[in-house]
Structures are given as C-alpha cells and as structure tokens.
T-cell receptor, first 113, second 113 residues
Framework: DTEVTQTPKHLVMGMTNKKSLKCEQHMGHRAMYWYKQKAKKPPELMFVYSYEKLSINESVPSRFSPECPNSSLLNLHLHALQPEDSALYLC????????????FGPGTRLTVL | QQQVKQSPQSLIVQKGGISIINCAYENTAFDYFPWYQQFPGKGPALLIAIRPDVSEKKEGRFTISFNKSAKQFSLHIMDSQPGDSATYFCAAIGSWGTYKYIFGTGTRLKVLA
C-alpha cells in the first residue's frame, strides 16, 4: 500500500467552527508533513512530525493545531480560521526525514466562509 | 536567500519535443533537489531528484542537469507527450539548524498532440 489518504476531500466551514483534517498512511513511514497550497501556487510547508514528535513548525498561526496520535495518523485541527486560510491542504509522508521521497495525499480542499 | 526561482511560468511544447524547465537557488546550504509533477486535483508526485555532487541524472525520459557553481538546475523532458501536461515544481532542501524545504513557483506545461 503506497497511498496516503486524506479526509474529507472537501470542507466548508465558518470562521467560528472547529473542524479537523485527517491523514493516514500504512507504508511504515516515520515522517509526516502538512502543506498548504493556494491556487496556482507551490505547496508551503506547515508542520513536520518525525517519529510522532513535532520537529518543524514553520511559524504557523495557532488556529492550526497539528496532532500525531500514532505513526500512521496525522490530524490538523482547525479553529477560528480566516477566509484567507482557504486552500488545498496536503499531507505527505516519507520513510524518515525530508531527504527521503515524500508521498503526497490528494489533499483536502478547504473553504472558509 | 531561501528562495528558489523557477522559469518559465508556462510552457507549450509540441508532442515529441523537449520541455526544459529551469530553477535557481541562492543558499549553498541546500543539498537535495527534487522535481515534482502535479496534475489538477492531485497531490504532487516525485519525478526525479539529484544531489549537488552529481552533474546529471537520467530516469527514462526525464533528466536533471545540475550546475553547482551557477547554483542552477534544470529538468529536461524528452519526447514530451500530452500525458506530461501538468504543473512541475522544483524544490530545494537543506539543513541549517532546522530543515528547509522550499518549492519553486511552478511551471504549467502543456504538450500539444
């Protein structure tokens, strides 16, 4: 199984809502990543988990809260988002660190009203 | 100093032609350079990657050329096919205190049948 799955595929939320994005992989990878991608722009790294510990936080606002419950799962908790946070949120995983091939999921398309 | 400049922004090539996409970086601490292909509605997928101790790497129709002194690298797609029509991102990874994973701005390639 060489797939990274993400749920939901689409999410519409208001600025006062709390929601979560979920990412799962069963490749035995020990590094997992969250990226944000705006339309016609490159992915921007948000967070990196290495061996279930947060190793990189690219100065992301606290309204985004990552969680890695186990080595196969990665969540991104969302609260009090702004309309400018609307984007495609991509999850990726790699065997170890960033120098290994990253496998990306299809993303969650988030719209904040 | 952490930017990766990519050109052209868009590219139209006839079927069977060669597609060439260029990237340039500034920080010599970058030491791993992958190329990603992204189709609409999908996450990026790794095409090919190179380290700066190698000047060229070929995988099938895809070749990376690397010029360490000029801090430039390029992707060549030989015998371009309509199925290659996608957005291509170069990226640069380095580690100075913490990992940096920077994507180029992207090139939208269209291969005409």
């Amino acid at each position: 199984d060489t797939e990274v799955t993400q749920t939901p595929k689409h999410l519409v939320m208001g600025m006062t809502n709390k929601k979560s994005l979920k990412c799962e992989q069963h490749m035995g990878h020990r590094a997992m990543y969250w990226y944000k991608q705006k339309a016609k722009k490159p992915p921007e790294l948000m967070f990196v988990y290495s061996y279930e510990k947060l190793s990189i936080n690219e100065s992301v606002p606290s309204r985004f809260s990552p969680e890695c419950p186990n080595s196969s799962l990665l969540n991104l908790h969302l609260h009090a988002l702004q309309p400018e946070d609307s984007a495609l949120y991509l999850c990726a995983s790699s065997f170890a660190g960033p120098y290994n091939e990253q496998f990306f999921g299809p993303g969650t398309r988030l719209t904040v009203l | 100093q952490q930017q990766v400049k990519q050109s052209p922004q868009s590219l139209i090539v006839q079927k069977g032609g060669i597609s060439i996409i260029n990237c340039a970086y500034e920080n010599t601490a970058f030491d791993y350079f992958p190329w990603y292909q992204q189709f609409p509605g999908k996450g990026p997928a790794l095409l090919i990657a190179i380290r700066p101790d190698v000047s060229e790497k070929k995988e099938g129709r895809f070749t990376i050329s690397f010029n360490k002194s000029a801090k430039q690298f390029s992707l060549h797609i030989m015998d371009s096919q309509p199925g290659d029509s996608a957005t291509y991102f170069c990226a640069a990874i380095g580690s100075w205190g913490t990992y940096k994973y920077i994507f180029g701005t992207g090139t939208r390639l269209k291969v005409l049948a």
